[in-house]
Nanobody, 124 residues
Framework: VQLQASGGGSVQTGDLLRLSCAASDPRFKDYAVGWFRQAPGKEREGVACISSGDGSLYYADSVKGRFTISRDNAKNTVYLQMNSLQPEDTAVYYC??????????????????WGQGTQVTVSS
């Protein structure tokens, strides 16, 4: 499964962005999808996850109440709506999928396919 992440940019504190993760494989709708981020000098952090079957969602504490993950199966796309952006949200954002049909969030196994990343920069 090839994933294409897009929607990053440079914004000011308090602004919003919507990231998209598009896949060409129609089985994408059957898989859990996660968003991750990695800031310079820091470890990769799981930000959010959306399941395919049981409706489960996951958000990191640092983004709860500000970020919303959703999916449009007709478009084979998962979104990450990011509101009230803060400088600490600055990072490269990646989407990934486990390629396991019906998995929940977080998935039991590893994420197997990753997008190329999109840069989000938030200035104060």
């Amino acid at each position: 499964v090839q994933l294409q992440a897009s929607g990053g940019g440079s914004v000011q504190t308090g602004d919003l962005l919507r990231l998209s993760c598009a896949a060409s494989d129609p089985r994408f709708k059957d898989y859990a999808v996660g968003w991750f981020r990695q800031a310079p000098g820091k470890e990769r952090e799981g930000v959010a996850c959306i399941s395919s079957g049981d409706g489960s969602l996951y958000y990191a504490d640092s983004v709860k109440g500000r970020f919303t993950i959703s999916r449009d199966n007709a478009k084979n796309t998962v979104y990450l709506q990011m509101n009230s952006l803060q400088p600490e949200d600055t990072a490269v954002y990646y989407c990934a999928t486990d390629r396991v049909a019906g998995s929940s969030c977080p998935p039991a196994g590893p994420y197997r396919s990753w997008g190329q990343g999109t840069q989000v920069t938030v200035s104060s």
